[in-house]
């Protein structure tokens, strides 16, 4: 696993020993990047359930100003602090050791883009994505990983799903934030 464009290409990062987290692949994170190219350039970006911290420090090298990374695991705080320090990006980094639920309980700021890879078949999109909207700056990105064929919602607290890419065995959902939160998510009939 590596870094794959930007200031730090081809820096290697650290995984996670185990089957614990399942990192993304980098025809995923290259197609992810891609759909959001034009944000990065100094976004403010939180990456949860981070695991490896990849994604944010793929954001970081591409040119956003700073990550927030959250995850529950000691041994994934430990590894993202290592592939931080490693990529250079210590200083523009923020790890929580939090669960995603306990930390979405209390809003601290907003950010431009936010990156979702939550264990797969864990269910838990409609709850996390209704609880996004405090954390959404003004037209704020929502990238997703899922199971592919997962139904996403079509909108879900002010965020409206604007396109699903699938990669294999791989989805990704991008959401916009418009900033008009609904009650309920809706999906397609």
């Not at 980094?93 to 264990?119: G, I, T």
């Not at 838990?124 to 954390?135: G, K, V």
């Amino acid at each position: 696993m590596r870094i794959i464009a930007g200031k730090s290409r081809g820096v290697a990062l650290e995984t996670l020993p185990g089957q614990e987290t399942r990192p993304t692949l980098e025809r995923v994170k290259e197609g992810m990047f891609s759909a959001v190219q034009f944000w990065l350039p100094g976004a403010k970006v939180l990456d949860l359930y981070a695991g490896s911290g990849q994604l944010g420090l793929e954001a970081l090298s591409r040119g956003a100003a700073s990550c927030l990374f959250v995850d529950f695991s000691p041994k994934a705080v430990a590894v993202i602090r290592r592939n931080a320090e490693k990529a250079g990006f210590l200083e523009q980094c923020r790890v929580y050791r939090k669960s995603v639920e306990d930390f979405l309980a209390r809003p601290l700021e907003r950010y431009d883009l936010l990156l979702l890879d939550p264990p797969y078949q864990s269910g838990i999109f409609p709850e996390i994505l209704f609880r996004l909207a405090p954390f959404c700056g003004e037209n704020a990105v929502v990238l997703c990983e899922s199971e592919a064929g997962l139904e996403m919602p079509l909108e879900c607290a002010g965020l409206h799903r604007e396109k699903n890419y699938r990669y294999g065995t791989v989805q990704v959902s991008r959401y916009r934030f418009s900033g008009e939160e609904e009650k309920t998510p809706t999906h397609e009939e």
